[in-house]
């Protein structure tokens, strides 16, 4: 350290510049030689929790736990369109654009809690353990995220730099400067909200129920508690004392959990008219149309956000995909083109770029795409890569490259249902019933939220003369697309034979 | 009667059975059915038999089969139960253990329509068609039913025997003329051996019936479509969209609809055609219909693309080979073109637009010599075929004229 330097001056300076780790060890080595410095202590809490910051306004993956036992939701049976288990489901994008595990069209960006699937929507055990890529990960548990912060922060301090249980709250209550500092710390170290709860409901006592920090603070807790009302009635207060931007998430946060997604989205539009050039509003109110199921609103968010914020990769990528899969490749490839001008080089980016120029006729740039895609990938991805260069071989007609693609993608990526379903209908093209068979069976025991495997099976079996296993199977998929006309079709005609009118 | 009192008691509570049965509730009658067979210890014939049929109706197909197999060891030489085991087996797939009951009930001097339908339909699953249009026939003998002349016209068609197809369906129309599904399938047949004005009559009428029926919507939308009045064919396929929007023919149709206007609308046409494509990737007629666009459109590039998908899909129509050689032609790869027309020539030698079309091609190459060649065979071809049409294609006309002038020329 720099002997001529004020050393509470560097500790700040070095705050100030986000070098936290530094920062951290000039206070410790003040506070060595006087523990009671009530400005370095201020400092290094404060250079603690920033270290450990995660940002809350995103929304996070849910727990196993969450999802199974989840017992917020409002309505047990919701509407269609007024709940996130229950998504509007628009019939006729079905058979065009692709689902995700949660039964949801798949949107163009992979964020957390999109890809969960939501609670009461009739999932088991097995599913909620297998997560939304199954065999990749470890599925969350409650509190994953936080719990593993705390603890690889507590080790690079070298040691408990605050003793919570020893600590007199009301007294630090009385000393909002210090306070702020301190809920901060006991939030985002400690991860302990129970305790920074209580300093809270001193602290807002002590400002006379006016202060708007303290009330989202308490709301904050209140949520990491579980108890969703309160914090709800806490946030609300908090708005009306003052408005801010980051209060408005931490409710719509509350929303989401308690499953009443049209109270969070009337809330973020009102948030909206207050904030009209934050783009993290809009991105938000995109986020929940998109969750909805209601693309053409979202769509429409998306495009504002851009107008504000002209590199949000989020909206480009979301935006390249509707566009994808609403017949427009050439708009989704120059979205493409402007995600990798902005420096993103990624498998999945080059494989959408090579899709979105198959597409759109320029056939030279797809096949070298897809190479760079190749080149990138690791074993997480690489399967992907080689069911789309299966669909395009469908596409150009040589089933045969289409075939191999389709077996190196099922080799590298053992989950990757659609590749088997694609599997199971070239066999069906060679006559091959028995392979296709095993198959579509593969690809339903991998992915029950596809009903293209089941219509499929259920249309073999009944060629076959199976009518008992084509009746079950038909029954599956219209469960999953209640107006599939071909299965309602396929239905009728096994019901006729069933109950022996033909 | 030995002891009346016994039957009288086993029988005793059949009326109720079968009273729920009829009325659907099953509920209710599969408890009946559950008192009677403790009340009886099994030993009851109707309520083991319903039992079959409400599992059946519950597609637990396997289950019913074990009941109506009880029912059977109870009363061997009913009739009724021995069908009914010979149907389950038919639904599971054991057609030919279905075909031995039939005989058995056969053995027993039983006669009736459905037992006859269905051992046709054991045979047709077993491919013995022969066997199966005779089974028929005995049906249609005993008693005249509209799905037995439906799968008899099935048959025929898997045979390809489309005479002998049309005679069943037409026998069918006079037997039930307001069955809609016979009239939309006697003019598919129609449409198959050419005979559009017929095919369309009988379609419409089907579809006086049956409005909104897909299929025949997209059948008489075709032959609209063929007669060239595109608009009044949009307004049909709108119908059928509505109720099959994942059906890759129809996509196909309205795209070609889009390129058959006059101006030809070439972005709504690939867009259509295009989401054909996607749901049904492996139809050639598709790709083909594609290459054609934007050949139109004089994108070469595109336009190979598709029509070397087309053949890969399926390699046997000649037409493809002809415009991809036309667009090799355009994208100056001479002699690949010209082994297209070759190939094109292989399947089909008495096409006189190939020959035009590779006479010219040949011409504006310089090799005037096989040029030549090539047009005198067109016009051989096409004046063999020129009499039995009614008209000739107005373009081929001119251009064969432009080609003879410019020969001519070069001598």
Redesign the interface.
């Known amino acids: 350290m720099p002997s001529q330097i004020d050393p509470t001056w560097l500790a700040l300076s070095r705050l100030r510049r986000r070098r936290f780790t530094s920062c951290i060890s000039v206070c410790t080595s003040i506070l060595s030689t006087s523990p009671y410095d009530k400005a370095v202590w201020s400092l290094k809490s404060q250079a603690l929790s920033l270290e450990a910051y995660t940002d809350e306004t995103e929304m996070e993956e849910e727990g196993v736990g969450e999802i199974l036992l989840d017992d917020n939701a409002v309505a047990t049976l919701p509407r269609p369109g007024t709940s996130l288990s229950a998504p509007r489901v628009n019939t006729s994008s079905m058979g065009i654009r692709p689902l995700s595990s949660s039964g949801r069209p798949s949107t163009g960006f992979s964020r957390p809690g999109s890809s969960s699937i939501r609670p009461m929507s009739g999932m088991t055990v097995d599913a909620a353990f297998k997560g939304p890529k199954p065999g990749t990960a470890r599925p969350m548990t409650t509190l994953g995220r936080e719990v593993r912060l705390g603890t690889a922060s507590m080790e690079n301090s070298g040691g408990k730099f605050i003793e919570v249980d020893k600590l007199d709250l009301r007294k630090y209550a009385g000393r909002p400067d210090l306070a702020v500092v301190l809920v901060d710390y006991l939030l985002q170290v400690e991860v302990n909200p129970r305790k920074a709860l209580e300093l809270c409901s001193e602290a807002t006592q002590k400002a006379n129920y006016k202060s708007w920090f303290w009330k989202r603070k308490l709301g904050q807790c209140y949520y990491k508690l579980g108890l969703y009302r309160d914090a709800e009635k806490q946030l609300r207060s908090s708005l009306k004392d003052t408005p801010m931007i980051m209060t408005y998430f931490d409710l719509t946060k509350v929303y989401l959990k308690l499953d009443i997604p049209n109270t969070a989205l009337s809330l973020l539009l009102s948030a909206g008219e207050q904030f009209p050039m934050e783009p993290r509003i809009l991105l938000g109110i995109a986020r929940i149309y998109d969750m909805l199921g209601d693309i053409e609103n979202s769509s429409a968010a998306y495009k504002k956000v851009l107008q504000i914020d002209a590199s949000s990769v989020e909206a480009i990528s979301c935006l390249a995909s509707n566009s994808f899969y609403t017949d427009n490749p050439e708009i989704s490839l120059r979205y493409y083109r402007r995600l990798l001008q902005m420096g993103l080089s990624s498998t999945e980016l080059w494989s959408n770029l090579g899709l979105s120029c198959f597409h759109s006729s320029q056939f030279d740039m797809a096949l070298s795409c897809f190479s760079k895609a190749l080149q990138l990938s690791n074993e997480t991805n690489e399967g992907d890569v080689w069911y789309n260069i299966g669909l395009t071989g469908v596409s150009i007609g040589d089933l045969a490259l289409a075939y191999q693609a389709f077996k190196v993608a099922v080799s590298i990526d053992k989950n990757c249902a659609e590749a088997y379903a694609n599997l199971g209908v070239l066999d069906l093209r060679k006559n091959d019933w028995e392979s296709a068979q095993a198959m579509f069976e593969q690809a339903k025991s991998l992915a029950p939220f596809l009903f293209e495997p089941l219509y499929n099976l259920a249309l073999l079996q009944w060629k076959r003369g199976n009518l008992e296993g084509a009746y079950e199977n038909v029954k599956e998929s219209l469960i999953i697309y209640p107006d599939h006309e071909e299965s309602l079709a396929l239905k009728k005609e096994l019901m006729g034979s069933l109950m022996g009118l033909r | 009667m030995n002891h009346p009192t016994h039957t009288t008691l086993r029988s005793r509570r059949n009326w109720y059975i079968h009273s729920c049965y009829t009325s659907g509730d099953y509920k209710a009658c599969l408890a009946a059915i559950e008192e009677e067979l403790v009340a009886c210890s099994g030993l009851c014939e109707y309520p083991i038999y319903c039992k079959g049929l409400i599992m ?2 519950q ?4 289950e019913s089969l074990q009941y109506f197999q009880a029912a059977t060891s109870l009363s061997p030489h009913n009739v009724l139960n021995l069908k009914q085991v010979a ?1 389950s087996l ?4 054991k ?1 030919r253990a279905a075909v031995d009951v039939y005989e058995e009930t056969t053995k027993l001097g039983f006669e009736d329509w459905e037992i006859w339908h269905n051992k046709g339909l054991c045979f047709t ?1 077993l491919k013995d068609y022969e066997e199966a249009i005779d089974c028929f026939e005995r049906a249609n003998d005993v008693q005249r039913h509209d ?1 037995s002349y439906l799968q008899l016209g099935k048959i025929y068609c898997l045979q390809e025997d489309f005479k002998a197809a049309l005679k069943t369906y037409q026998e069918a129309v006079d037997f039930s003329p307001q069955n809609s599904e016979i009239l939309t399938t006697l003019g598919l047949v129609y449409l198959r051996l050419g005979e559009n004005q017929k095919a369309f009559d009988h379609l419409g009428n089907s579809l006086a019936h049956d409005p909104l029926n ?1 299929k025949t919507i997209l059948a008489a939308g075709s032959i609209i479509q063929d007669n060239q009045d595109m608009d009044v064919a949009l307004m049909k396929y709108r119908i059928a969209a509505v ?5 890759a023919q129809l996509w196909n149709n309205i795209g070609m609809c889009f390129f058959g206007k006059n101006p030809p609308k070439y972005v709504a046409a690939v ?1 259509c055609l ?2 054909a ?3 049904d ?2 139809e ?1 007629l598709i ?1 083909y219909n594609l290459g054609l666009v934007h050949l139109n459109k004089q ?1 070469y ?2 336009a190979f ?1 598709f029509f ?6 399926n390699p046997n129509f000649a037409a493809t080979y002809m415009y991809l050689a036309i667009t090799l032609a355009r994208l100056d790869d001479f002699d690949n073109s010209c082994a297209a027309y070759q190939k094109s020539i292989e399947i089909n030698e008495n096409e006189s637009t190939t020959r035009l079309n590779y006479a010219i091609t040949l011409f504006n190459n310089d090799e005037m010599e096989r040029s030549r060649e090539q047009f005198e065979i067109f016009e051989r071809i096409f004046a063999e075929s020129g009499e039995g049409e009614d008209e000739p294609d107005q373009e081929v006309l001119a251009q064969s004229a432009e080609l003879r002038e410019a020969l001519k020329n070069e001598e």
Not at chain 2, 59 to 62: E, H
Not at chain 2, 308 to 313: D, F, G, R, V
């Open positions: 059946r109706h597609g637990k197909v396997n149907r038919y639904l599971l797939g057609h699953y799905a897909p109720k099959t929007p994942n059906s867009a295009k989401r494509l996607y749901l990737p492996f050639w790709s994108q590039a595109s693309h070397s998908a087309s053949i890969n899909l």
